[in-house]
Structures are given as structure tokens and as C-alpha cells.
């Protein structure tokens, strides 16, 4: 019996050893993340751990194939302007994309190309290399996407005309528009697309020209008297007319711009240009009338339909809301099916757009890994046509999906579900989901301590008036949300850039992981100024005695 014991308390023991030892490792890891080697990018990160995890479906078939009443090019717009992805994560999304239905891909390079010569100022401190853009063309390539370059034109040109080099191009005091009277609005953007093609040659180019909210408001252009809407067409014709001449490209613009133009000067534009319409709401019938598709049919031989898979739904957004996206495309497949049938309308393609952010200065929204899976809805539903079961199995499939996920758009609009899924991106959707729960959370402490309750209120700080017991209930989580916002900024560094640069991984930080950092050392030194009072005044809390008394 003794010798059963001795055995049994040696065995407990080395039970005690061996935990304490896994432990030790554990804390090892998780300390000391920037000492291992990062995983591949397409290694998916379990939620609450960066080690990997990988889910394969071997070989399961998609239940769905491209419809015959789809628009024929499906092109995916890859916003460079806000987190631009590492050019292996590039690579990857590529081909995830052409599995779904791309058949090309729109590149908004921005300040992420390496421009030379008198463009240099453009290009951004950490723009791609030669090599690197280079390996995103072989990419795009080996995929079977066709690449088609997107250069603004005349609006959304902050990042140029942000810099001294070229502030005399601006319409007005803001350095959002060109002007369009100026002869060198026009030089810029022939320049920059020269390079562009002189190193990536393509077929297509698309010069932009949406929201230009400031026309005919500088010298310049008053002298011309000139209808705004004029200049802006006489501007985009002798762009789009020069890049045809010199390179044979066929030249897309945004719509929006059009829509309240004469016919006289559609006609203006009509065999130079192709517009892109764009409307990012479920009901694109409202934003679009069908009189201006059908005004548009008349006049443009072909003309392109876009809706988003990110970008759309808010300026500082982490995560596409999927379904408001997917029913946005499939909307407008079955607008570009009616216009075919009743207004002849030549649909040349669909766009999906995904916005990295809303203009040059403003801060990301969506990054496109975590994206990925409205990605593949979006375009599996503008390439089969519709949106069913057969749709989200496909999409289950691609995304490389375990049995246990379910995807199910209607209960779960973000697809939160997906990050245990095997895309690459699906560690980062963990990451996120995390960090908007603790969000959510710290939101809705600060709002019932501040907003709703009656201890923690500004009065109650002012005055160092409030009850001990009641500060402590309102304030129960903060130590715990506090280690969980510890925790997030531990791993911050090791999942974003597998995907993203330095500089994206601290501006992501600065923008989310800051804010609450302050909201919560704010809170917890209010909270201890409180607590430090064990007495306190009679009412009035700022009685003066009357004089003399």
C-alpha cells in the first residue's frame, strides 16, 4: 500500500513537472513572438494562439459553373491606396479570385508604384519594387486574370497634389481635383500612364474620374465660361483620345459624373469612352434610374456595371458586411440581364470594387485579406448568375472551409464564421473578430457607466462625488478587458504582417488598438481618483456661504 502511494504521488509529481514545463514553453511563445519564424501566409492561425492550422477539403467539387447570362469579364478592382498586401499575398488572392469567376484584374496602384524621373515624389516611401510589381503582373498572368491599370484622371488625385511639386494643379484650395483647364492636369496623368505601360503594357486602362466635387471654381477655368460639366467632359475626352491614339486601349471612367450630363456632351465622349456604373446599395434601381441606362445604351457601345465586395459600407469598417454585398452584385447582374433583353445595352463586364479607403486621407477600411471571403461570394455570384445554397457551398469550398463552418449570410452578414476556415486571411478574420468583440464590449461599459448610469458621469468626476460600491459595478470588466486589449496588442505584429508591411501593421494599431488603450487608462484613472474619497460634502457640492455670514 505504501509503495502504491510513493508510485501514486511520484506520478502526480511528474504530472505537476511536465505542466509546469508546457507552461513555461507557452509563455516562451507567446512572449517573445518576434524571436520565430513567421508562418507561410496561407497558414491559418487558431483563434486565440498564432500557431498554425490548416483545414483541407480534398477533392470536393463546386456544385456551380459560370452562367451563360453573366456579364463576360468579371474583374476584380485590387485598391492599392490603403494597406497594400505583400506581393505573395497577391499572388495567392490571384488565383483565389480566378477560381471564383475573375477573369481580370483592376490595379489601383496610386503612390504603390515605383515611379522615376520627374514622378518620383509619387510613389509612396514603401511602394513595390520593379520586381516586386513585375511578380504581381506573372501573378495575374499564371492565374489566367487579364490586368487592366486604373489611373485617376482628375478627381482622387490627393496623393500628388497633396506634395508642393504639383499643388499649382488644383482646382481649388482643397488638393482633392485637378484642375481641368490646366494643361498639366492632363500631362500628369499621360506621364504616369506611360510608365505604367511601359512597364506593365495592357489593353484597357481605366482613368477614374469620379466625384469631382470642385469644378470651375478656380481663375482658370472661369475664363473659359465654360459649363462645369463641360470642362470635365472636354478634359476626360482629351485623356481618354490620347491614351487610344498612342497605346490602342480601350478607356473605362466612372459613371457617376454622367449621370446629370446632356446628351450632347455623352455624345462627346461616345466611341472614347466606356462608363463603369457604380451603385453600392441593395437597390441599385434607385440610385441608377433605368432612364440613364438606357440613355447610357443609346449612345456608348459598351458599357460596365460595378458593385463592391468592400469599402462600401463605411469609411472606418474592419470587416465587409458580405450579404449586404453579395445581394449589391446580384442585383445588378439581374439589372445588366433586364437592360440586355428590353434596352439592347451591351454589358461589357462587371466590376467589383473593393475600396481600401474612401480617398487618400482617409484613414483603411477593410484590409482585403480578411475580405477574401466576400471576395469569392461576390464574384461566384456575378459569375453563376445567382445567390442559393449551391452558391455558399462553393464558396464553403473555396475558402477551404472545415464541415463544422457554416456559412450563412443571412444570420451571419460578415461571414465571422470563416475564420476558421483555411483562406489566406482567415487568422487575421480571427484577430478581427476578437478585437470587435473587446470593441463592442469596452463601447458598451464606457456607455452604461457614462451614458446610462448615474455614477460615473461628468458631474460625478467633476466634483469627486459618486458611491464606491456603484463605481466598482460599472466598472467590473476593466481589468479583464484591460488584458484582453494586452493580449491583442501582443499579436497584432505577428498576424498582420504576415500580409502587410510595417507601416500598415502601425497605422491599423494607431487606428484601433490606441483609441481603446486611451478609453480605458482614461477610465481607470477616473475610477481611482474616485475611490480614493472616503468622505464627502453636504449638498450643494459647491455651497459658498453668503457674505458675512
Known amino acids: 500500500m505504501r509503495a502504491k502511494c510513493r508510485r501514486r504521488r511520484v506520478e502526480v509529481l511528474v ?26 501566409v496561407f497558414v491559418v492561425t487558431p483563434r486565440h494562439s498564432h500557431l498554425s ?64 524621373g520627374d514622378l518620383a515624389n509619387l510613389s509612396a516611401y514603401n511602394a513595390y519594387t520593379f520586381d516586386e510589381v513585375k511578380r504581381v503582373e506573372r501573378a495575374a498572368k499564371s492565374a489566367g486574370l487579364t490586368m487592366v491599370h486604373l ?23 482643397s488638393p482633392g481635383e485637378a484642375c481641368p483647364s490646366h494643361p498639366g492636369s492632363a500631362s500628369l496623368v499621360i506621364e504616369a500612364v506611360r510608365q505604367l505601360m511601359a512597364t506593365l503594357p495592357t489593353s484597357m486602362i481605366h482613368i477614374g474620374a469620379d466625384e469631382v466635387f470642385t469644378l470651375a471654381q478656380c481663375q482658370r477655368c472661369q475664363a473659359r465660361d465654360l459649363a462645369p460639366l463641360q470642362l470635365y467632359v472636354e478634359h476626360v475626352a482629351h485623356v481618354a483620345r490620347y491614351l487610344k491614339t498612342k497605346w490602342g486601349v480601350r478607356v473605362l471612367v466612372w459613371d457617376d459624373m454622367l449621370r446629370h450630363a446632356p446628351s450632347h456632351l455623352l455624345h462627346t465622349l461616345a466611341g472614347l469612352v466606356e462608363p463603369t456604373v457604380w451603385a453600392y446599395g441593395p437597390d441599385v434601381s434607385r440610385m441608377v434610374p433605368p432612364y440613364i441606362l438606357r440613355t447610357y ?15 462600401a459600407t463605411g ?14 452584385t446580384l442585383a445588378w447582374v439581374q439589372v445588366g440581364q433586364r437592360m440586355r433583353r428590353y434596352a439592347n445595352m451591351n454589358v461589357a463586364g462587371i466590376v467589383i470594387t473593393g475600396w481600401s479607403r474612401y480617398d487618400h486621407f482617409a484613414v483603411l477600411c477593410e484590409l482585403l485579406p480578411p475580405s477574401a471571403p466576400s471576395l469569392v461570394l461576390t464574384l461566384l455570384t456575378a459569375s453563376r448568375g445567382f445567390l442559393t445554397p449551391a452558391t455558399l457551398h462553393d464558396a464553403h469550398v473555396l475558402l477551404g472551409c472545415p464541415p463544422h463552418v457554416i456559412l450563412d449570410p443571412a444570420r451571419d452578414p460578415h461571414l465571422w464564421a470563416a475564420r476558421d476556415c483555411a483562406f489566406p486571411g ?4 480571427s484577430f478581427l473578430h476578437r478585437y470587435a468583440r473587446l470593441r463592442d464590449d469596452i463601447r458598451a461599459m464606457q456607455r452604461e457607466a457614462k451614458d446610462t448610469g448615474g455614477w460615473l458621469t461628468d458631474y460625478n468626476i467633476r466634483h469627486n462625488f459618486s458611491s464606491p460600491k456603484r463605481v466598482r ?29 510595417n507601416a500598415t501593421v502601425e497605422e491599423w494599431t494607431e487606428q484601433h488598438l490606441t483609441p481603446l488603450n486611451h478609453t480605458l487608462s482614461t477610465l481607470a484613472r477616473t475610477v481611482a481618483a474616485l475611490l480614493t474619497h472616503t468622505t464627502w460634502p453636504r449638498r450643494p457640492l459647491e455651497w459658498r456661504p453668503p457674505p458675512g455670514t
Open 426 to 429: 482567415a487568422n487575421m478574420a
Open 315 to 328: 469609411p472606418r469598417a474592419i470587416m465587409p458586411d458580405v450579404a449586404r454585398h453579395a445581394a449589391n
Open 15 to 40: 504530472g505537476v513537472v511536465m505542466v509546469v514545463v508546457a507552461a513555461g514553453v507557452v509563455w516562451v511563445l507567446l512572449s517573445e513572438p518576434k524571436t520565430l519564424k513567421p508562418p507561410p
Open 151 to 173: 489611373m485617376q484622371s482628375l478627381g482622387h488625385l490627393e496623393y500628388a497634389l497633396k506634395l508642393p511639386q504639383w499643388a499649382g494643379l488644383r482646382e481649388g484650395e
Open 53 to 116: 492550422r490548416v483545414h483541407n477539403t480534398p477533392g470536393e467539387e463546386l456544385h456551380t459553373q459560370p452562367g451563360s447570362e453573366v456579364p463576360p469579364d468579371r474583374m476584380w478592382h485590387l485598391d492599392l491606396k490603403g494597406g497594400a498586401p505583400r506581393v505573395e499575398v497577391i499572388e495567392r488572392m490571384m488565383t483565389l479570385a480566378a477560381q471564383a469567376g475573375a477573369t481580370s484584374v483592376l490595379v489601383e496602384w496610386e503612390d504603390m508604384f515605383p515611379f522615376t
Open 473 to 501: 459595478e460599472a466598472t467590473s470588466d476593466l481589468r479583464s478587458f484591460t488584458s484582453s486589449l494586452r493580449d491583442l496588442y501582443g499579436e497584432v505584429e505577428p498576424v498582420l504582417a504576415q500580409y502587410h508591411n
Open 297 to 311: 445604351s443609346a449612345i456608348f457601345p459598351k458599357v460596365w456595371l460595378a458593385p463592391a465586395f468592400k469599402g
